[in-house]
């Protein structure tokens, strides 16, 4: 089954085209890659799908609905979740305070929040993700507060407290130190293989090459690869793309 469907998927920023009639499909339960140079629009290309940018043609697929155009919040219910480049946290607030206030709004109505009935299952929740991102002994402490590498877990687990069925991550591993980068791979891994689909925007290339079964190249908005790993490493149009075409 197709977790996420995009067809002619094109967007326009006052006569540039940002994407230009995208095409692909992530399979339910696939660790995917997006990957290309700076300015490329894969950024661009989440924004379409969570909705926080309007597709100027083209469809967008989620688990065979049609999403196309639907507002963000509408989307986060449907089952997306989405990190960004620029981390997305409530600094004066603490670890847990700031996963907690994650799940608010995938939780039926402001009457029902106000009075907190999930209360308990929340925090059981919250405090398994954090023991599993390694960041539980923070839970107390203002995210402010926090190293780099353990407020991008924190965004992290934010993400995952209303159990999205397919996640995209926007550069998780960006600025990151070595030790903390390859803890949160084997976080990656082990939440696909739990069967979360995920779709991965990275310009660490260990990290894509490790992580994902398949992966999209875009360059100047524009689809120019698809394959495996090793396809997309010998793919000359790739390499042409991130270091310049050959004389």
């Known amino acids: 089954m197709k977790a996420l469907e995009v067809e002619g998927l094109r967007k326009d920023f006052h006569g540039f085209a940002a ?30 799908v969570t909705g926080a940018l309007k597709c100027s043609a083209g469809r967008v697929v989620f688990n065979g609905r049609e999403i196309t155009n639907a507002a963000p919040d509408a989307v986060y219910r449907m089952g997306i979740g989405r990190t960004f480049q620029l981390i997305e946290l409530f600094p004066g607030m603490t670890v847990l305070d700031n996963m907690l206030l994650a799940i608010q709004e995938s939780q039926g109505s402001m009457l029902r929040r106000l009075f907190r009935v999930r209360e308990d299952a929340n925090e059981r929740r919250a405090l398994e993700l954090l023991e599993f991102l390694q960041i539980a002994h923070v839970k107390d402490e203002y995210a402010r507060n926090l190293s780099y590498g353990q407020q991008k877990l924190l965004d992290f687990g934010m993400v995952l407290m209303p159990k999205p069925a397919l996640i995209l991550l ?33 310009h660490n290339m260990d990290v894509v090459m490790n992580l994902c079964t398949r992966i999209v190249v875009l360059d100047t ?27």
């Open 170 to 202: 926007d550069e998780p591993a960006c600025g990151s130190e070595t030790q903390m980068r390859q803890q949160m791979m084997q976080q990656i891994k082990e939440l696909n293989r739990q069967g979360t689909t995920i779709v991965l925007i990275e």
């Open 221 to 247: 908005g524009e689809k120019i690869a698809e394959g495996s790993p090793q396809e997309i490493q010998n793919n000359q149009k790739v390499i042409d793309a991130y270091f310049g075409a050959g004389e």
């Open 19 to 48: 994407l230009r009639g995208i095409d692909f499909f992530v399979n339910t339960g696939e660790l995917f890659g997006l990957i290309g140079p700076n300015g490329s629009g894969k950024t661009t290309f989440f924004n379409c």
